[in-house]
């Protein structure tokens, strides 16, 4: 049972899961438009729609589920209130509906490395609230950080960014552009989740993280290459170039790119790199080939969800 299953991490899960034999997959989201793409592409699984900071009868799927992956996450908008909605409240009725469940399913909750970051913004904030939440719950799970995520069906982030370059004839860089990522393949992620349901792994918490690090406009470069645009990448000042998010923000309800996530991405955090495919045993793919399977297959690339 995948609540917010119908965005980037639940998406891809949903396809590894399929291409890999497992079965009764229920898909709890409340966008309707990716939730009606999902049922689309995966036509053999169960979508229903529900608001999940709603008591509602989504909650028996979660009674009676073997498998909770908890996906369910606010992570752009310019109101505080959507994010405790979304990563607070939600995760305080999944955690009870678990608690209800006459046998009590296995819990893999997705956290992110966020919690450790120096930023304070919305998602930052809500993010270590959930988590808490679920470490004071008393249920043994697994606890995955990921970093920045890339992959099939991605509308924010490099998906985005690929996306933006194909339309405009610059595409800016903040600054300098060297700001350390540690982009983090969605395909690897969700072999990790995997993992976690084929082999039960107990509690503990796991950073997630890209085994490379790369600069963001090496990173943008790297993009251009592998999807032949043909767009002059320029670097505008820091200053200027948050004055432009926050306009954009004035005429935009859901911008994909904020002027805290701007400031998120300077912020210069480094996250731990554990040995992963040891711990989980699985596959490592390194960035450039990741990018080929994003932005080249023949079956998803050319999939949008919606913001």
Same mark, same amino acid.
């Given at each position: ?30 966008? !309707? ?122 509308? !924010? ?151």
């Amino acid at each position: 049972m995948l609540p917010g299953g119908a965005g980037l991490v639940g998406q891809n899960l949903v396809a590894r899961l399929r291409d890999q034999g497992f079965h009764n997959i229920v898909v709890l989201d409340k966008h !309707k438009a990716n939730l009606s793409m999902l049922r689309q592409v995966q036509p053999e699984i169960c979508c229903e729609y529900a608001d999940l900071a709603e008591p509602g009868p989504w909650q028996e799927h979660v009674r009676s589920a073997d498998v909770v992956v908890m996906l369910q996450a606010q992570i752009g908008g310019l109101h505080y209130e959507e994010f405790i909605r979304n990563n607070v409240t939600a995760t305080e009725l999944i955690l009870e509906s678990i608690k209800d469940a006459p046998e009590q399913p296995y819990l893999v909750h997705i956290s992110s490395s966020v919690v450790e970051s120096v930023a304070d913004d919305f998602y930052t904030r809500s993010k270590r609230a959930q988590e808490q939440l679920i470490l004071d719950s008393g249920i043994s799970c697994p606890i995955l950080r990921p970093t920045l995520m890339f992959g099939w069906f991605d509308r !924010k982030h490099l998906g985005w960014l690929s996306r933006f370059m194909q339309k405009v004839p610059v595409f800016p860089i903040p600054g300098s552009g060297r700001y350390m990522r540690q982009p983090l393949y969605v395909g690897d992620f969700c072999d990790i989740i995997i993992s976690c349901i084929r082999n039960r792994h107990e509690q503990g918490i796991y950073n997630i993280s890209g085994h490379e690090k790369i600069d963001y406009i090496d990173m943008i470069r790297l993009i251009k290459r592998v999807t032949g645009s043909r767009t002059r990448i320029i670097k505008i000042p820091y200053r200027l170039f948050y004055t432009l998010l926050w306009l954009w923000a004035l005429f935009d309800r859901k911008p994909p790119f904020t002027t805290q996530q701007l400031e998120a991405l300077v912020a210069r955090d480094e996250f731990e790199v554990i040995d992963w495919p040891e711990l989980f045993g699985v596959q490592f793919t390194p960035f450039a080939r990741a990018l080929e399977e994003t932005f080249n297959d023949s079956r998803y690339s050319n999939i949008v969800l919606e913001f």
